[in-house]
Nanobody
């Protein structure tokens, strides 16, 4: 079992920046695909950014050029640097780590951290 704990959310003005952190209870990010998802009130959860083995990355069109996902394997932590934040980025952000094998689908979620972009 793996525990993921997010931190770094908060209230920020439009145009501001935040860095979210997701700390894992053990070293997994070198072999798991990691992602940041978000869920705004009344909307479905959506994938914002993901990274596989720290090499292959994906960004939703809405955050390209503004958000950056990165991993520090030594600290068992994945980050989401968010710049030029907009009110529409307001949501609860969740960290996810997943690895699918023949035997099992290992799929872990953090508890979420609230990001509010408002003046």
């Amino acid at each position: 079992q793996v525990q993921l704990v997010e931190s770094g959310g908060g209230l920020v003005q439009p145009g501001g920046s935040l860095r979210l952190s997701c700390a894992a209870s053990r070293s997994i990010f070198s072999i798991y695909a990691v992602g940041w998802h978000r869920q705004a009130q009344g909307k479905q959860r959506e994938l914002v950014a993901s990274s596989t083995n720290g090499v292959s990355t994906y960004y939703a069109d809405s955050v390209k050029g503004r958000f950056t996902i990165s991993t520090d394997n030594a600290k068992n932590t994945v980050y989401l640097q968010m710049n030029s934040l907009k009110p529409e980025d307001t949501a609860v952000y969740y960290c996810n780590a997943r690895r699918v094998t023949i035997e099992k689908d290992y799929n872990y979620w953090g508890q979420g951290t609230q990001v509010t972009v408002s003046s």
